[in-house]
């Protein structure tokens, strides 16, 4: 099973936010069941957690998660929903790199790590989300 980690589960562990813990506990059985990876969109978001790339892949390391591509499969169901949502008004609280990495873990993996801001289980129905 593999799963893939949104930026948001890892800011809250770099950050030590409430509950950190148990997205800890939730990746390290994750790690267990299968590889942990992350997209380029959501390994953009934690740059600022980090000097420089080698620090960050470093970091994730000691997570076991692994840098994975977008292919174009991935970007393409994210361009196509990120139209719909669109088309039927959706604000532009949500952008097409949220929808990248909902797309990058349906397509790419078996299920997302994330906090699901609700977007999630409306636009992406086959996507398993992993919440602690």
């Known amino acids: 099973m593999i799963t893939a980690v949104d930026s948001s589960v890892l800011w ?3 950050k030590r936010e ?3 813990e148990h997205w800890l506990e939730a990746l390290i059985r994750a ?3 299968g590889p942990l990876i992350i997209s380029p969109v959501a390994f953009a978001e934690l740059a600022p957690s980090a000097a420089g790339a080698p620090e960050l892949v470093d970091f994730l390391a000691r997570l076991s998660i692994c840098y994975s ?3 174009p499969e991935a970007a393409h169901l994210a361009g196509h929903t990120f ?3 669109r088309q039927i008004g ?3 609280q949500y952008l097409v790199p949220d929808f990248l990495i909902a797309a990058h873990a349906q397509i790419q993996a078996n299920r997302l790590a994330a906090m ?3 977007y999630l289980r409306q636009w992406f129905r086959d996507l398993e989300v992993l919440v602690p």
């Open 69 to 71: 591509p977008i292919s």
């Open 116 to 118: 699901d801001r609700g």
């Open 83 to 85: 139209k719909r949502y």
């Open 12 to 14: 809250a562990i770099i």
């Open 31 to 33: 790690a267990r069941e």
């Open 18 to 20: 409430v509950g950190h």
């Open 90 to 92: 959706g604000p532009r």
